[in-house]
């Protein structure tokens, strides 16, 4: 049982460049998120989904995009990257009502 | 807007002795308390929650005190073991739209010396 996989571990990213960080969990959870991890700060969201089919904003989405065409699938598109979405980005999946979260490990973003 | 504030940044506890966590939030609409703990290159992993009906919850060493009025939780670990060294996240999250969404305090590194 892998739980929630994430890739890549770790990138950098030139400013300007696109790129896509994938989710796939295999618990058959409805309710999956992107969160954000900056240095000394808690994790922020960014997206989350109820659903196939069904995304909605977070806190800080600006910069990135996500889609939900599966149940076990959560991409988080970051388009023309900027420094400042240098972070640690982490996926969770959750089933409905359950806040326990399953985190995935995280990837490591730098934008240079 | 920090809704949800974890003041301690760092704390350093004996082996066997009790650490003690503190999370402070702002938002009366919160009813549903977590603390997750991490370790390095790890996610987050869910330790224990407490719903705004109940004041205490406890599961094994891990104990969290809930006080609505002064809108303050605490995390207690007794006894605590070098094992339990890694980053502590309070999460809150409240009803109606925010149904399953958490909001995360900034994190306490716990260090437990043998």
């Known amino acids: 049982n892998a739980g929630v996989t994430q890739t890549p571990k770790f990138r950098i990213l030139k400013i300007g460049q696109s790129m896509t960080l994938q989710c796939a969990q295999d618990?058959?959870?409805?309710?999956m998120y992107w969160y954000r991890q900056d240095p000394g700060m808690g994790l922020k969201l960014i997206y989350y989904?109820?659903?196939?089919?069904?995304?909605d904003k977070g806190e800080v989405p600006n910069g990135y995009n996500v889609s939900r065409s599966t149940t076990e699938d959560f991409p988080l598109r970051l388009e023309l990257a900027a420094p400042s979405q240098t972070s640690v980005y982490f996926c969770?999946?959750?089933?409905?009502?359950?806040?326990?979260?399953?985190f995935g490990s995280g990837t490591r973003l730098t934008v240079v | 807007d920090q809704q949800v504030k974890q003041n301690s940044p760092s704390l350093s506890v004996q082996e066997g002795r009790i650490s003690i966590l503190n999370c402070d939030y702002t938002?009366?609409?919160?009813?549903?308390f977590l603390w997750y703990k991490k370790y390095p290159a790890e996610g987050p992993t869910f330790l224990i929650s407490?719903?705004?009906?109940?004041d205490k919850n406890e599961d094994g060493r891990f104990t969290v005190f809930l006080n609505k009025s002064a809108k303050h939780l605490s995390l207690h670990i007794v006894p605590s073991q070098p094992g339990d060294s890694a980053v502590y996240f309070c999460?809150?999250?409240?009803?109606?739209?925010?149904?399953?969404?958490?909001?995360f305090g900034q994190g306490t590194i716990l260090t437990v010396h043998p």
């Open positions: 969770a999946s959750s089933t409905t009502g359950d806040y326990g979260y399953t």
């Open positions: 618990m058959n959870h409805n309710y």
């Open positions: 989904s109820v659903g196939a089919g069904i995304t």
């Open positions: 938002n009366s609409m919160f009813d549903y």
């Open positions: 407490i719903s705004s009906i109940k």
């Open positions: 999460a809150a999250s409240g009803g109606g739209t925010s149904y399953g969404k958490l909001t």
